[in-house]
């Protein structure tokens, strides 16, 4: 059996690195904005597939739409977020949920830290995988499906980034 892993792709990989060099363009609500959307689209409904009755993930992506939309204070949206850290841990044992429920974190901590934004890659690739392939793949199809789950997530943000943006975020990569 694999040995399951929390993150899937490196970053160092090519496809890491073109991300990387479009959201340093962008400023830091559209770095939210978009890992918000894409989550709520393409992780959320893995996590909700087996946890259905649990809202903490998407009241956490309400709260970062709440607080961009300028309706509810940073400190506010805090406080709802740190439950999918929560709802994280309590997933132990279903490796796609987990893997759901931390990229979700890392998405609604995009309001407070932007470079969590590579969390929803790393963590919503395995989220991917993991419920598409199961946990006993090798390592290349995981490396392959991290690859074009990434490079779906530079095309979603490509779609709605700001050409010339004025304010881009300052960001310091610390992998």
């Given at each position: 059996?694999?040995?399951?892993?929390?993150?899937?792709?490196?970053?160092?990989?090519?496809?890491?690195?073109?991300?990387?060099?479009?959201?340093?363009?962008?400023?830091?609500?559209?770095?939210?904005?978009?890992?918000?959307?894409?989550?709520?689209?393409?992780?959320?409904p893995i996590y909700e597939k087996d946890y259905p009755e649990d809202t903490?993930?998407?009241?956490?992506?309400?709260?970062?739409?709440?607080?961009?939309?300028?309706?509810?204070?940073?400190?506010?949206?805090?406080?709802?977020?740190?439950?999918?850290?929560?709802?994280?841990?309590?997933?132990?044992?279903?490796?796609?949920?987990?893997?759901?429920?931390?990229?979700?974190?890392?998405?609604?901590?995009?309001?407070?830290?932007?470079?969590?934004?590579?969390?929803?890659?790393?963590?919503?690739?395995?989220?991917?995988?993991?419920?598409?392939?199961?946990?006993?793949?090798?390592?290349?199809?995981?490396?392959?499906?991290?690859?074009?789950?990434?490079?779906?997530?530079?095309?979603?943000?490509?779609?709605?980034?700001?050409?010339?943006?004025?304010n881009p975020a300052k960001i310091n990569w610390y992998c």
């Amino acid at each position: 059996m694999a040995k399951i892993r929390k993150m899937l792709g490196k970053a160092d990989s090519p496809y890491i690195i073109s991300l990387m060099k479009l959201i340093e363009t962008q400023s830091k609500n559209t770095i939210v904005k978009w890992c918000n959307e894409y989550a709520r689209e393409n992780i959320l409904p893995i996590y909700e597939k087996d946890y259905p009755e649990d809202t903490r993930l998407r009241d956490s992506l309400n709260a970062t739409s709440e607080w961009l939309d300028g309706k509810i204070k940073l400190a506010e949206a805090k406080k709802v977020i740190k439950e999918a850290q929560v709802a994280a841990r309590e997933a132990e044992g279903n490796s796609a949920a987990q893997a759901a429920a931390r990229a979700i974190a890392a998405t609604t901590t995009t309001i407070n830290t932007v470079t969590s934004s590579l969390g929803l890659v790393f963590y919503g690739a395995a989220a991917i995988a993991y419920s598409s392939v199961g946990v006993n793949e090798n390592e290349e199809v995981y490396e392959e499906i991290a690859a074009r789950e990434c490079k779906k997530i530079e095309e979603a943000l490509e779609k709605i980034a700001i050409i010339d943006e004025s304010n881009p975020a300052k960001i310091n990569w610390y992998c």
